[in-house]
């Protein structure tokens, strides 16, 4: 295990740096994710679905921390037995996903997921969210398309056609408008919307480009109708 993990996470670093990656995500704090998605929940990793988490629970695999110690060589003997439709899947990566998930290494998990694609290193795009930031936004009731505006408290189907006539077209774009940007955007809409305050919208699309859903959830719940209390 030691040697297809390693190999692994170091195919990560050489990956990230050729690629000039930036600086990582804002940070997840200790936020357990284990509590949103349950430590027994396999699908987490990248590369593995419904029937590839049954057929390793099968074999006695059903935690993250059991994967984790799993070698490639034996996750890669459970495909092979299973059928020429699972031989294809490869399992190189699944024991270091696993082993940062069973150490709350959310981060990492997020980063490392994104240099992959369908658990396979150096062909991720590096733009889309990570399978586990997709997961915990839709457990948490979130979308996680970067261009739904009303993910953020305070905007309605109206608001985010607004916004959208006048270029913030997405989470990212929101988070960089200026206040006097969205309030002009509003007093222009005309009256029925110039008592719409914009003031914690570039907070809240941050947070949600940033794939921080715990920390938006616990601010909105702060919020009355997307504005600072008092």
Known sequence: MESGAGGAALGFAAGAASRGLGAAPASRGTTNFATI????????VEGIGPKIDGLLKADGINTWGELAASSPERLKG???????RYRLADP???????????????DELIEYQKFLDTGTETKGDF?????????????????TNPNDLKVVEGIGPKIEGLLKDAGIKTWSDLAAASMDRLQGILNDAG????????????????????????ELKTYQEFLDGGKTPG
């Open 78 to 84: 459970i495909l092979d037995v299973a059928g020429s």
């Open 37 to 44: 998605l349950g430590s027994d929940n396999l699908q987490i």
């Open 191 to 214: 009256d029925r919307y110039r008592l719409a305050d914009p003031s914690t919208w570039p907070k809240q699309a941050g947070l949600a480009a940033a794939g921080n859903w715990d």
């Open 127 to 143: 733009e889309n969210p990570s399978k586990v930031e997709k997961l915990i936004a839709k457990l948490m009731g979130y979308s």
């Open 92 to 106: 190189k990566t699944w024991p270091q996903q696993a082993k940062l998930a069973h150490e709350n290494k959310w």
